[in-house]
């Protein structure tokens, strides 16, 4: 059984928005975490706050190459590893499809073989996305999904399925111990203003003074989960000791369509918003809501986290970084780039 204070836990894609508060949550659990991210589509400013911890290391690279040295001189350490690591927003992983496969299929490769290596447990960040446009709902683990594996989202939605098919893989043949989360969407302090996601979308448009640009009529629906409980269901899902080789489903059922968001939104402002409305993009799922049967039977876990105060705590967040940066710019692709040395103790800037 390998428990939480045992060896070096590696957090791919950790600088990211879920990866760093899962960062964030190992460290207080008294993990030692090696963070690996290429800060392609990551915030720095989102690991300020860990730059310090005695047991925090930053580890720049992209999984999609060869791992970096630094990474491959701590695997008879590792004993658990997240592979959080992909642009998880259609605007960002749309921006470099090749890339986007590759991280998912190349990389997960690399981390099960460096899993198999280390005698590591492996969680995979999946996604609800393998599901594509669903035509059951609410979506358990055994639908196999409406996905286009031709369509513009297919980088995406067919990487994490061939992703997926990798760690089951490893994991019949005994060469890894696998745990596989489907995560449905989540929001939170951290996320981009410029992801493309419904949340901080909005929530951007508001602090700009804009109208909230709405895809389609907005009676699509969406399931939201606030990011402190999907972390939770992570490190439970990897922490347990299941038997079953199945993908587990993350996220709130509680499901609203597009249109509620905005009447939550002016619940929270207090007044009516102003809306816009654009053409529905190519492939974009009309309903998604996960049947989280499964992760409450094996994990004993359900989100807690109320939609109003998750929002109120991630629009408390946004209006303190447009405070400090002075402009937050929706659905805008961008990538930082820096000159930053392989392995780093984070500055407080950035």
């Known amino acids: 059984m390998i428990t939480e204070h045992d060896g070096l836990t590696l957090v791919a894609g950790g600088a990211g928005f879920i990866g760093s508060h899962l960062c964030r949550t190992l460290l207080d659990a008294g993990e030692r975490v090696l963070c690996l991210d290429n800060l392609q589509t990551a915030r720095r400013r989102n690991l300020d706050a860990l730059a310090d911890h005695p047991n925090f290391t930053f580890v720049r690279g992209d999984i999609s190459q060869p791992l970096p040295t630094a990474v491959m001189r701590e695997a008879r350490s590792i004993r658990r590893i997240y592979n959080l690591a992909c642009a998880a927003s259609p605007v960002l992983y749309q921006a470099d499809p090749?890339?986007?496969l590759l991280t998912n299929v190349v990389g997960t490769d690399r981390l099960l073989r460096l899993a198999e290596q280390a005698g590591a447990r492996f969680l995979l960040a999946s996604t609800s996305e393998v599901y594509g446009d669903p035509d059951v709902h609410p979506q358990t683990e055994a639908y196999r999904g409406n996905v286009s594996c031709t369509g513009p989202r297919a980088c995406y939605d067919e990487g994490k399925r061939a992703a997926e098919t990798l760690a089951f893989d490893f994991?019949?043949?005994g060469r890894a111990e696998v745990r596989v989360a489907r995560i449905f969407n989540t929001y939170g302090p951290h996320m981009r203003a410029d992801d493309g996601r419904v949340v901080s979308n909005f929530i951007a448009q508001v602090l700009a003074e804009q109208p909230l640009t709405i895809y389609g009529d907005g009676t699509q629906t969406r399931s939201f989960c606030y990011v402190a409980d999907?972390?939770?269901?992570?490190?439970r899902l990897m922490r347990s000791e299941m038997d079953e080789l199945v993908p587990v489903n993350i996220g709130n059922p509680a499901e609203l369509t597009i249109a509620e968001l905005v009447e939550t939104l002016g619940t929270i402002l207090g007044h009516n918003i102003e809306v816009t409305h654009r053409d529905l993009p190519t492939d974009d799922p009309r309903r998604r809501r996960p049947d989280i049967a499964q992760a409450r039977a094996l994990l004993g876990w359900e989100p807690?986290?109320?939609?109003?105060?998750?929002?109120?705590r991630t629009y408390a967040w946004f209006a303190a970084e447009h405070r400090r940066a002075g402009e937050l710019r929706p659905m805008l692709p961008a990538t930082e780039t820096g000159t930053e040395p392989e392995v780093a103790r984070l500055s407080a800037t950035g």
Not at 230 to 235: G, N
Not at 304 to 312: E, N, V
Request: glycine share 4%; aromatic share 0%; hydrophobic share 40%.
């Open 230 to 235: 999907t972390v939770e269901a992570l490190v």
């Open 171 to 173: 994991a019949r043949s």
């Open 98 to 100: 090749e890339h986007t």
């Open 304 to 312: 807690t986290t109320d939609l109003l105060s998750g929002l109120r």
